[in-house]
Nanobody
Framework: QLQFVESGGGVVQPGGSLTLSCAAS????????IAWFRQAPGKEHEWVAC????????YASDSAKGRVRIFRDDTKNTVFLQMNSLKPEDTAVYYC????????????????WGPGTQITVSL
């Protein structure tokens, strides 16, 4: 059974940092594009960053570029999202997802979501 478990969220002050983890069972992340999405209250899922299969090329949204680093530890079958210089508008539930394709997935490519992990950026 395919399952993702996101962790590492929390409450942080503006300017702070967090590193999220995405652990998977039922598939080997190395063979998939892995993306992080987020969903703020009342909004749709928003793509944040993505890492490609095999060669590990990384991509980030304009709002996240320069503040996030997505990386993979194949020995742990885990993908991480390091987030720096956090802003109140980064407050959301963060989800990871795998995509069996040649490009980073959009939210419409994802059929089911894990529990996610909450980031709250507040004074």
């Amino acid at each position: 059974q395919l399952q993702f478990v996101e962790s590492g969220g929390g409450v942080v002050q503006p300017g702070g940092s967090l590193t999220l983890s995405c652990a998977a069972s039922g598939l080997i992340l190395h063979y998939y594009f892995i993306a992080w999405f987020r969903q703020a209250p009342g909004k749709e899922h928003e793509w944040v960053a993505c890492i490609s299969n095999s060669d590990g090329n990384t991509y980030a949204s304009d709002s996240a570029k320069g503040r996030v680093r997505i990386f993979r530890d194949d020995t742990k079958n885990t993908v991480f999202l390091q987030m720096n210089s956090l802003k109140p508008e980064d407050t959301a539930v963060y989800y990871c997802a795998a995509h069996n394709g040649d490009v980073c997935p959009s939210s419409s490519d994802i059929s089911s979501w894990g529990p996610g992990t909450q980031i709250t950026v507040s004074l």
